[in-house]
């Protein structure tokens, strides 16, 4: 015990580095990505769910959702700015990191008032201007894990900060949920996600110590700040355009990130629409939401290994078959039981049979497994898509692109279930989910990456951008 307690002070003494030991780094890559779940949660579960029991109409649920996924999309922007602005004395990255969480709370902070029930327009573009931020942080995140972690720290450390995202998922939203399951108004709530985040800010993001960083300001003879910036933008935009569309592998690449691997239906805002109107209590969906965490966050770990062990293009393709299938049984159970159209939630709304809303929560359990499972196996496969030259940087652009996926299976399945019904949007989602299996065969075998060309000098950049 007085071991533990004499950990716990020195890991809270302001001069203690926490990136200094292996420990130390797996613990706060775990818990700087833990300040990005957090928010997600909060708006893909607890808000979500808050908005569709007052009524919020589906398509509009659909477009909030789509709106707040797009900063995650487009976050390779930030990617230069990152690298090429700091300052030492506030830490190359540190820097970067918390200001973002900064702005993260304050933007929370400025979203306290908003009525989420009618003011959603001007909710979204507070909450946008949230995740732009937070999309920053998490390149800022992944430049130090680069920069800091070992070669035997890297897989551990990447299964790590995608588990610290699922674990604030559940503070953001399983827990935000049991409050307001406890009589705690939905607008006090946002307080609690802000202390989250600050936690972190004050207890890990401010005790990070980076090694000294040559400045921008250092720049070659000759060379002025801007001239540098423009160099280096140069030279990631030509790579980048080449790394994504100069061969027939690396287009594969591009339509297998845009495609929604096994299907979104049964995990995105269409699902926590159906929560609702299946007369779920507030304290039951985030339980249901915990045991969702856990089976996607353990398909990512379990999917990850199997990547390393098998063909990936045969996991992946499996994975999401499977996933695509499951889907199509919740269509046709959905028609068993006649529940076609959108409901009003509450009052007299339909109440759905133990069968289905049973299958619904047993279904998708299974389902979030195999959906973590593609998940896990395609950054594996991505990964071996990567063009050496810039494998971090397509990296990065691959999985921002991602989350467009998300943001068009939110926009159309929450903007047509009212005029199509619920078990139509499910074969829909289910066929598009196997649309993966047509492009796999073009994907190569495993390709071993270098470092990102943005960890490039002022000068080399400047003398890659003249060729």
């Not at 533990?4 to 775990?30: E, M, Y």
């Not at 979104?264 to 609702?276: P, R, T």
């Not at 652009?397 to 939110?410: F, K, Q, R, W």
């Amino acid at each position: 015990m007085g071991n533990l307690i004499a950990l716990i002070i020195g890991w809270l003494k302001p001069s203690h580095n926490t990136i200094g030991t292996r420990r130390g780094r797996l613990a706060t890559f775990f818990l700087l990505y833990l300040t990005e779940g957090i928010p997600q949660g909060f708006v893909q579960i607890a808000m979500i769910t808050h908005m569709r029991t007052l009524g919020v109409e589906t398509v509009d649920i659909g477009k909030f959702a789509a709106a707040l996924t797009l900063p995650w999309a487009f976050k390779w922007i930030m990617g230069p700015v990152v690298d090429l602005f700091f300052s030492n004395r506030l830490g190359r990255r540190r820097g970067w990191i918390v200001f973002a969480q900064t702005v993260m709370c304050l933007t929370l902070l400025m979203a306290i008032p908003i009525d989420c029930g009618v003011e959603i327009k001007l909710l979204s573009l507070v909450l946008v201007l949230h995740n732009i931020f937070a999309a920053t942080q998490d390149v800022a995140i992944d430049a130090l894990a680069c920069q800091t972690l070992k070669e035997d720290e890297r897989g551990l450390g990447n299964g790590l900060m995608f588990a610290g995202a699922y674990a604030g998922n559940f503070f953001g939203g399983t827990c935000v949920l049991w409050l307001m399951s406890f009589g705690v108004p939905f607008n006090l709530t946002f307080l609690w996600t802000i202390a989250t985040i600050l936690v972190v800010t004050l207890l890990i993001s401010l005790r990070i110590r980076e090694p000294h960083q040559s400045l921008v300001s250092e720049l070659p003879d000759g060379a002025t700040r801007g001239q540098v910036l423009v160099a280096s933008l140069k030279t990631y935009t030509q790579t980048a355009l080449k790394a994504f569309f100069a061969s027939r592998t690396s287009i594969a690449g591009l339509c297998l990130v845009l495609l929604p691997n096994g299907g979104f239906a049964l995990c995105c805002a269409l699902s926590a629409n159906l929560n609702v109107e299946m007369g779920m209590s507030l304290d039951f969906i985030a339980n249901l939401a915990l045991v969702g965490m856990v089976c996607c966050g353990s398909g990512c770990v379990v999917g990850g290994l199997l990547a390393d062990k098998y063909d990936r293009r045969l996991m992946l393709g499996l994975a999401s078959l499977v996933a695509s299938l499951l889907t199509l049984v919740v269509a046709a159970v959905f028609w068993r039981e006649s529940w076609i159209y959108p409901v009003l939630p509450g009052g007299d709304a339909l109440k759905p049979s133990q069968f289905l809303l049973w299958s619904f929560i047993i279904l998708g359990s299974v389902y979030g497994f195999f959906q973590g499972l593609t998940y896990g196996t395609k950054m594996a496969l991505m990964m071996d898509v990567c063009n050496p030259a810039v494998a971090a940087t397509q990296f990065t652009a691959y999985m921002a692109l991602s989350n467009l996926v998300i943001a068009y299976s939110n926009l159309w399945q929450c903007g047509f279930v009212k005029s199509l019904g619920y078990p139509t949007i499910f074969v829909i989602d289910a066929v598009l989910g196997v649309v993966c299996l047509f492009v796999l065969p073009f994907m190569p075998s495993r390709q071993k990456s270098i470092p990102d060309i943005l960890a490039l000098g002022p000068e080399e950049m400047i003398e890659v951008a003249k060729v």
